[in-house]
């Protein structure tokens, strides 16, 4: 959550730049009419007990000179009454103030365009050269029955829509994609691998800003009152929640792979075919914890991480920076990361780059302890190295060939057991 002090000391300024993201000013306003009540009640209470420790001393040498101290304690009397009268009233504004900070997204980087959707975003560069082919290229869902990889039916009698099974090349496939990142990013890139639990509890989905916001779009398991994560983020970067970390240590670099799963509430009419929106899938996600003074220059090269990844596959891509407006609600600055899939034409993202400030680790108590000896916040970051789902579905038809073969891109064979091609399946 953002720093109260923001909203205390520079309020207009504040409420300027969250007006940006389409919050209203009043919304600023109320966070900033509690923290002031919770100010005065703060000061109230101190004043009384002050007040309180000066009469006691007053009535012990009252009493023991033999004075009369029943008025006296009467007044301390009412005086503690009305200390646990504002130890009640302050405990109801400081959880009215935490819910409505909670409320309220990070502030956006001042240099992001502005704009309320996604006609706002930039595109930064575009990665590669696509020339339709002279054959006609078959979508995910297609070319997916040719090679007997999907079976989307079978997947709605076990589970229901959106819960896909892959088969055969295609499991062997994801699997193969999975490895891949995970080399990179350790073998190369300097992420410490890590294998997180896949259900979290309340409070690492508020630490990473999922709760609660995003409820009605995430799994709750109510007995145990445990989440199914929507993306490795919520544990991975949480992992250093309440810790204090060494200046000396920065950055810190996880990766891991995780199922992801997403209720996806209120997705109906969106794009919702085979693959395209699922409710369960794979990802490989990068988490950095940084020095504040380099979290920016830090997100260019974790945008780069993810970028080596598709570059590496041989596939055409685009780098958007998103508007004010469409970054997820805890980023100061996102990048996100396309690929074209031309049976589909269209654009499918299949990774975000966030730089989140202090945002998270305000929520998590994430510090490092500086050069100087100061603890301080860190500034958090993550990305995907990349979702699953969708970068099947561009490699499926990017990588197609007239005779409905697939090629499978060279990096991946090795982790394939050598095969260069995913062929159709006999009588298809």
């Not at 969708?390 to 095969?419: F, H, K, W």
Request: proline content about 5%; some cysteine; overall charge negative.
């Amino acid at each position: 959550m953002i720093d109260i002090r923001k909203i205390r000391e520079d309020f207009e300024d504040t409420a300027a730049a969250l007006a940006r993201r389409g919050v209203e000013k009043e919304k600023v306003a109320a966070a900033k009419a509690l923290d002031e009540k919770r100010r005065a009640l703060v000061g109230e209470t101190e004043t009384l007990k002050a007040r309180r420790n000066a009469a006691s001393k007053d009535i012990g040498r009252i009493a023991k000179e033999g004075g009369d101290i029943a008025a006296a304690k009467e007044e301390m009397r009412k005086v503690g009454d009305r200390i646990a009268e504002i130890d009640r009233e302050l405990a109801e504004v400081e959880h009215g103030l935490r819910d409505a900070l909670l409320s309220i997204p990070n502030i956006p980087a001042p240099e992001i365009p502005t704009g309320m959707d996604s006609s706002a975003n930039v595109v930064v560069r575009t990665v590669g050269e696509w020339k339709d082919p002279s054959f006609e290229i078959l979508d995910h869902i297609k070319i997916g029955a040719k090679l007997g990889i999907f079976d989307f039916p079978r997947g709605v009698k076990l589970t229901g829509t959106g819960f896909p099974i892959i088969l055969g090349k295609g499991a062997k496939l994801q699997r193969a994609l999975i490895q891949y990142m995970l080399d990179v990013h350790c073998d190369r890139q300097g992420y410490t691998e890590m294998l997180p639990p896949f259900v979290v509890n309340t409070e690492s989905m508020t630490g990473t800003g999922q709760l609660p916001k995003f409820a009605e779009d995430l799994y709750h398991c109510e007995i145990d009152d445990f989440w199914l994560i929507p993306t490795a983020e919520v544990p991975v970067t949480n992992f250093h929640r309440d810790d204090i970390l060494a200046a000396k240590d920065l950055p810190v670099k996880l990766t891991a792979y995780t199922p992801c799963f997403r209720r996806e509430a209120g997705s109906a009419g969106k794009m919702t075919r085979g693959m395209l929106r699922v409710h369960q899938f794979d990802k490989v996600e990068m988490v950095n914890f940084v020095h504040p003074d380099k979290s920016f220059e830090q997100l260019e090269t974790l945008v780069g991480e993810a970028e080596d990844i598709l570059k590496s596959l041989g596939l055409h891509y685009r780098v958007l920076q998103l508007c004010s407006g469409d970054m997820g609600f805890s980023a100061a600055k996102c990048y996100d990361l396309e690929l074209w899939a031309p049976a589909e034409k269209q654009w499918l993202e299949v990774s975000s780059c966030s730089c989140f400030t202090d945002y998270q680790a305000r929520r998590l108590n994430c510090r490092f302890r500086d050069t100087d000896g100061k603890t301080k916040l860190v500034h958090t970051l993550n990305g995907s190295g990349v979702a699953l789902p969708r970068l099947v579905v561009a490699l499926l038809e990017q990588c197609q060939n007239a005779d409905g073969s697939v090629t499978v891109p060279e990096v991946l064979r090795p982790y394939m057991g050598g095969i260069e091609k995913l062929e159709p399946s006999e009588g298809t």
